[in-house]
């Protein structure tokens, strides 16, 4: 830690990234948690991951007839309650890239942990408008740390997004869902995925149309396998998440 940043820490609190209260009020856990990010014990309490016979999906929860790629997979350590529930909207609303790169370390520890793997980690890329509005891309943040834990090399730039979309949770039915996310995505020129296996992340998987439809373009394209990750979401009932 640089001496600037012990003397800032110094001067202004370190609040819990989650609740605001200071972090060491309750006493550290021992979780692998970096110096730089600051989330309290009553917070970390709540991070609580699937059982590992939970964790990997069908990435639609709502699969359909004629869907080319049936067996798309999904890999989802965490659930969408506690913790998360907190912690997405902050990363989503909040200025808080930290917790992205945080979530991201959780990833891609769990991935390692049950053994997913890929030639190339990219994320689902946010629109020009909405990365303007928040200042980064939180699955690019979720990626890229989850890419040097698992030693996988990442591009931010694979997959790009053609046009804005409305937020998936705003909208209601399924076939709305899957309509506002067709052909939203394509896979730049300037890179060939022919022949090999690509994982695609976000932050959180609801009905699953958007990992599935940037993982059909990587198909397109001539990835030769595709695998969906997203660091939380519920399968049994819709996240209640406001995004
Ligand atoms: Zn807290």
Redesign the pocket.
């Given at each position: 830690m640089s001496l600037l940043k012990l003397a800032m820490d110094k001067i202004l609190p370190r609040n819990?990234l989650?609740?605001g209260?200071d972090?060491d009020a309750d006493g550290r856990i021992p979780y692998p948690v970096p110096e730089d990010f600051h989330?309290?014990f009553?917070?970390l309490s709540r991070l609580v991951p699937q059982p590992p016979d939970k964790r990997f999906f069908l990435c639609l929860s709502e699969p359909y007839e004629g869907d080319p790629y049936p067996g798309l997979g999904l890999y989802m350590p965490f659930p969408y309650k506690g913790f998360f529930e907190s912690a997405v909207p902050r990363m989503k609303f909040h200025s808080c890239p930290e917790l992205a790169r945080f979530s991201g370390m959780l990833l891609g520890t769990y991935m390692a942990k049950d053994n997913v793997g890929s030639s190339l980690i990219v994320p689902v890329p946010l629109s020009d408008k909405r990365l303007k509005e928040r200042g980064y891309n939180q699955a690019a943040l979720i990626a890229q740390e989850a890419s040097k834990i698992c030693n996988i090399p990442y591009s931010p730039d694979v997959l790009i997004r053609t046009r804005d979309t409305q937020r998936q949770t705003e909208l209601s039915a399924d076939m709305v869902r899957s309509m506002n996310v067709e052909g939203a995505f394509k896979v730049s020129p300037s890179f060939d995925v022919t022949g090999i296996k690509v994982i695609v992340v976000d932050d959180v998987a609801t009905t699953g149309f958007t990992l599935h439809e940037a993982a059909l373009e990587l198909y397109k394209a001539g990835a030769s396998e595709v695998f969906c990750c997203a660091v939380c979401g519920n399968r049994a009932v819709l996240n209640a998440e406001s995004f």
């Open positions: 819990c989650i609740c209260k972090p989330i309290c009553s917070c």
